[in-house]
């Protein structure tokens, strides 16, 4: 079910972190289309810091989301099932503003670039949190509480040209690999670490 938040443009950069080897199988290379995860299944972490933000009179700038989700590709549809998390900075329109456009409930082109949007989904739970970012090019981080935690140790060498859905393949990306990727919720649970990692920059709006 879609909702109309009135006009809306939300800006920023992005960092996440899966379990799939580098280079994520997911992501489309010097254009090419990808294919199924690594391991049949998909367990990661991703995160938004809006830089610039607007939901009709509601301002967003400078707040951020995660969202800790899994999916196989060997069920149909691949459906996503998925923790979201707003920030508990914002005040109540704020974060209602946030859980309408990053559940993908809002009408705009978050449609375009949500997997759980666009395919079968069941949002887990969606929690106000205290969401840290630092989204350092090259040695980014976030941590969500005592749940999750993702960090970049290094990128992935080569010259090709790496894209993702979720941030856009229409904006330069770099592919990444985590030293850690840690979700500890009692509805989703995992730790990795040396695996992939993506950073972008994003902007969505309806």
Same mark, same amino acid.
């Given at each position: ?20 080897? &580098? ?73 209602? &503003? ?30 106000? &949190? ?77």
């Amino acid at each position: 079910m879609t909702v109309a938040l009135g006009s809306w443009r939300v800006a920023g950069t992005y960092l996440e972190s899966c379990n799939c080897e &580098a280079i994520c199988p997911c992501r489309r290379v010097d254009g090419v289309l990808g294919g199924r995860s690594t391991y049949g299944e998909c367990l990661g972490a991703l995160s938004w810091h809006i830089q610039e933000g607007q939901a009709g009179d509601t301002p967003l700038t400078g707040l951020n989301v995660a969202l800790a989700g899994r999916y196989s590709d060997d069920e149909q549809g691949s459906p996503w099932s998925f923790l979201l998390f707003v920030d508990e900075r914002g005040d109540r329109d704020q974060r209602d &503003a946030l859980a309408d456009i990053f559940t993908g409930r809002a009408e705009g082109t978050v449609v375009e670039h949500f997997p759980w949007a666009f395919k079968p989904s069941h949002l887990l739970a969606l929690r106000p &949190a205290r969401i840290e970012v630092d989204h350092t090019p090259r040695r980014g981080w976030f941590r969500v509480g005592e749940t999750m935690t993702v960090r970049i140790s290094s990128t992935v060498p080569g010259d090709a040209t790496v894209t993702c859905v979720i941030p856009g393949h229409d904006r330069a990306g770099e592919e990444l690999v985590a030293s850690e990727l840690t979700v500890s919720d009692e509805l989703l649970a995992f730790r990795f670490n040396g695996t992939c990692g993506y950073a972008s920059t994003f902007e969505y709006s309806g």
